[in-house]
């Protein structure tokens, strides 16, 4: 990066889509947060976009609510709809990031077509790519992430049992509270969460990689240092 693109603030910047991918528990949250803490960029969340067309009654939100009541899962179509949408607003004019999505294989191509004749086409730009960055976290430890949580039922306070317990195990080092565990975090639904991800969502990660698009990024480091080599990635891919 030269002199000149270094001195650009980021808050400036034209920064581009952002695709963060990632197992439950790589830590996407906290890094989806840095990224546009550091940007001034909007996160897009398929969950936010949902409860947001179904509050405001939007045809989109009236047919995701009736399939959602159904019991169903809300099709491809009706997704990208959503997404097409709010991609259209102004606060996404110099970058985003999508949080959620694409979850599937057809919906990775209908946002490669999108972003091509769309977005990229209508700038300009020559070289039509996402950023895309893969936060990549072996099993076991995504296992004990997700498995060592605890929880104060009376700060909430939140521990892990591997990687930062609490001075006396079992209990608050704040009040003395027995921790709890939750529901979610027991390995049998665990593990059936991470089976889920690995048959559907893991396919991205493939299709990305064979066109040449996917980076990624050691999720067994601190967050910080996760932190720092996501802004440099992206930093290196500015449109």
């Given at each position: 990066m030269d002199g000149t693109s270094a001195a650009v603030d980021p808050k400036?910047?034209?920064?581009g889509p952002i695709i963060l991918l990632g197992a439950p528990g790589a830590g996407k949250g906290t890094q989806a947060k840095a990224i546009v803490d550091h940007y001034a960029i909007p996160q897009i969340s398929t969950g936010d976009l949902f409860r947001d067309h179904i509050a405001r009654g939007t045809e989109l939100g009236r047919a995701a609510k009736s399939v959602?009541?159904?019991?169903?899962?809300?099709?491809?179509?009706?997704?990208?709809?959503?997404?097409?949408?709010?991609?259209?607003?102004?606060?996404?004019?110099?970058?985003?990031?999508?949080d959620g999505f694409p979850r599937t294989v057809p919906q990775a191509q209908w946002l490669d077509h999108w972003l091509?004749?769309?977005?990229?086409e209508k700038q300009g730009v020559t070289n039509?790519?996402?950023?895309?960055?893969?936060?990549?976290?072996?099993?076991?430890?995504?296992?004990?992430?997700?498995?060592?949580?605890?929880?104060?039922?009376?700060?909430?306070?939140?521990?892990?049992?591997?990687?930062?317990?609490?001075?006396?195990?079992?209990?608050?080092?704040?009040?003395?509270?027995?921790?709890?565990?939750?529901?979610?975090?027991?390995?049998?639904?665990?593990?059936?969460?991470?089976?889920?991800y690995e048959e559907q969502t893991a396919k991205v990660i493939e299709y990305y990689r064979n066109n040449g698009t996917l980076r990624e990024?050691?999720?067994?480091?601190?967050?910080?240092?996760?932190s720092a080599e996501a802004l440099k990635l992206i930093d290196g891919h500015r449109l």
């Open positions: 400036m910047a034209i920064v959602i009541e159904a019991g169903h899962l809300v099709s491809d179509d009706l997704v990208c709809g959503m997404v097409a949408e709010r991609l259209t607003r102004s606060d996404c004019e110099r970058g985003f990031i999508l091509a004749t769309e977005l990229f039509p790519k996402p950023v895309v960055i893969n936060i990549a976290v072996a099993y076991n430890h995504l296992l004990q992430r997700l498995t060592g949580r605890r929880s104060c039922p009376t700060c909430g306070r939140i521990y892990n049992v591997y990687f930062s317990p609490p001075r006396v195990a079992g209990l608050c080092d704040v009040d003395n509270a027995s921790l709890l565990t939750r529901r979610d975090d027991c390995e049998e639904v665990i593990s059936a969460r991470l089976k889920e990024v050691n999720g067994n480091a601190d967050m910080a240092t996760i």
